[in-house]
């Protein structure tokens, strides 16, 4: 079956450490994002790339950072920098043409104790 | 920039019955798309519908409907023969054309009442 897997489900991490979200697809997508998602509110962009090695910041960038070294993965590294890293992030990837529809990972709670 | 309100934060509809989600967006492009995902208790987002803003017609996938007005710049969800498995948070997204940046409402809780 084709689809986004993203791993952990959940994450914990003490305060002051970096940690990385996994996201990968099957899909055969150029396009992929990611996403934060804090209670009572909508999606925000972090990052999204367009093709490989090549990645833009998007409304959030701020205390991440990405990588995109193979078609198939994208990598989220949550910082120290990042002041409030407790939320719901979401990975999708998208065929590549500008305006695609997007497709959602199960997402990954992260949690930072 | 482009804004998505969605007026409702939560909403119910009694099984089988039609409900209405609300979305108004901001935008002075001419050329975007809009649209509706759900997000079950599993929290994955799910694609439910899709409408070019060149095309007159509403979109439509089986139960779900469009109302898309772009004058108003109006895009409700129209539910149908509502069922348990309908509730959600429903999100309204708009993308500009030659865009990859969508941008989200902030959701409408459904609930279906037995």
């Known amino acids: 079956d084709g689809g986004i897997t993203q791993s952990p489900k959940y994450l914990f991490r003490k305060e002051g450490q970096n940690v990385t979200l996994s996201c990968e697809q099957n899909l055969n997508h150029d396009a992929m994002y990611w996403y934060r998602q804090d209670p009572g509110q909508g999606l925000r962009l972090i990052y999204y790339s367009q093709i490989v090695n090549d990645f833009q910041k998007g409304d959030i960038a701020e205390g991440y950072s990405v990588s995109r070294e193979k078609k198939e993965s994208f990598p989220l590294t949550v910082t120290s920098a990042q002041k409030n890293p407790t939320a719901f992030y979401l990975c999708?990837?998208?065929?590549?043409?500008?305006?695609?529809?997007?497709?959602f990972g199960p997402g990954t709670r992260l949690t930072v104790l | 920039a482009q804004t998505v309100t969605q007026s409702q934060p939560e909403m119910s509809v009694q099984e089988a019955e039609t409900v209405t989600l609300s979305c108004t967006y901001d935008t002075s492009e001419s050329d975007y798309y809009l649209f509706w995902y759900k997000q079950p208790p599993s929290r994955q987002m799910i694609l439910v519908i899709r409408q070019e803003a060149y095309k007159q017609q509403n979109a439509t996938e089986n139960r779900f409907s469009v109302n898309f007005q772009k004058a108003a710049k109006s895009f409700s969800l129209k539910i149908s023969d509502s069922q348990l498995g309908d509730a959600a948070m429903y999100f309204c997204a708009y993308i500009r054309a030659g865009s990859y940046q969508l941008t989200f409402g902030k959701g409408t809780k459904l609930s279906v009442i037995p």
């Open positions: 999708a990837s998208s065929v590549g043409l500008v305006a695609d529809t997007q497709y």
